[in-house]
Nanobody, 128 residues
Framework: QVQLVESGGGLVQAGGSLRLSCAAS????????MGWFRQAPGKERAFVAV????????YYQDSVKGRFTISRDNAKNTVYLQMNTLKPEDTAVYYC?????????????????????WGQGTQVTVSS
């Protein structure tokens, strides 16, 4: 069973940047689409971005387009989320998730029910 561990969260001022990492153990991520989700206080967990197994396709939530970049390094078994121009409304616990799928990612990957396994999350707090 693949296990995911997120890291890189923290406290940052509005306009700042953070890079989240999601490292896998117990298996290789090379056959998985990988997504990032977030859960803000008092809200349901929501889709942020997803990347296909080879890194060739990505899909983003509209509110993070142009600010966040998802990427992966299959040799390191790690997925990243580069977050720039952070806003207070980006404050949330960020989770990575994997779905066994070899193909281009689709808008349907916004559905968290499509993912097979999840990490424990990392807190991101953006102060105004």
């Amino acid at each position: 069973q693949v296990q995911l561990v997120e890291s890189g969260g923290g406290l940052v001022q509005a306009g700042g940047s953070l890079r989240l990492s999601c490292a896998a153990s117990g298996g290789t991520l090379s056959s998985y689409a990988m997504g990032w989700f977030r859960q803000a206080p008092g809200k349901e967990r929501a889709f942020v971005a997803v990347i296909g197994w080879s890194g060739g396709t990505t899909y983003y939530q509209d509110s993070v387009k142009g600010r966040f970049t998802i990427s992966r390094d299959n040799a390191k078994n790690t997925v990243y989320l580069q977050m720039n121009t952070l806003k207070p409304e980006d404050t949330a616990v960020y989770y990575c998730a994997g779905r066994r799928y070899v193909g281009p990612v689709l808008p349907s990957f916004r559905d968290q029910g499509r993912y097979d396994f999840w990490g424990q999350g990392t807190q991101v707090t953006v102060s105004s």
